[in-house]
């Protein structure tokens, strides 16, 4: 059985040999990497099962799934400084807070509670910051963690939505695409803010994954 295994590690090595992992803010489009993608989770879906069952080939799927699925990053400023310390000022007795504060964070994701296997998920974020009297905001930095439906991180993005420093309100995207094969299930896509390389806020989101018709027609 082992060596059974291992004759198709071998294979799929030479199969999905071309398949590199774009850079997060890159998209590898062109059909030859998808289906060498496709191969990998399905192919470690298959190693897996061999290995330890059901649970294994979860486990074999979700690491195709981390080498091959892509995280694309878009970020611009939405609000100058003037516009949010103008008004975080006529709500708090004209004054800026002592630190660099984080005002609001708002975070969706897109499709809402189910995404079919090969559709593009969206988290889009709205940040709002403010400089304080005693230290200026010099960046922003949101990461978004995808955790597979065994629990398990296999992908993260993260990108510096503004370095020029001071407030302002910024829009961020990070837009998940995972590759053929994909094991259904629960994922779970977890977001958190950096204010000057600290802590500020996180948040969570769950969305279930399932095949599309036609996938599901192919694996009968």
Known sequence: MKLKALTIILSLSLAV?????????????????????????????????????????????????????????????????????????????????????LVSYASNVSPQGQARSGEPIKVQSAIRAVSGTGEPIREIKEVLVAYSPDGKE???????????????????????????????????????VYLNGKLASSRDANLQLVQAAEQRMSSL
């Open 17 to 101: 040999g071309g398949c590199a992992t774009p850079g997060q803010e890159g998209l590898a489009d062109n059909d030859n990497s998808v289906m060498k993608c496709g191969l990998m989770t399905a192919g470690g879906a298959v190693i897996g099962g061999l290995l330890n069952g059901k649970r294994g080939a979860v486990k074999g799927a979700v690491i195709g799934l981390g080498a091959c699925a892509v995280i694309e990053i878009a970020s611009a400023r939405t609000h100058s400084a003037t516009e949010v310390e103008q008004k975080y000022r006529s709500a708090n007795r004209n004054v800026l807070p002592p630190s660099a504060k």
């Open 154 to 192: 296999f992908k993260r993005g993260e990108k510096l939505v503004d370095t020029s420093g001071g407030s302002g309100e910024f829009s961020n995207s990070f837009t998940l695409r995972l590759p053929q094969g994909a094991p259904e299930g629960a994922y779970r896509l977890h977001t958190d």
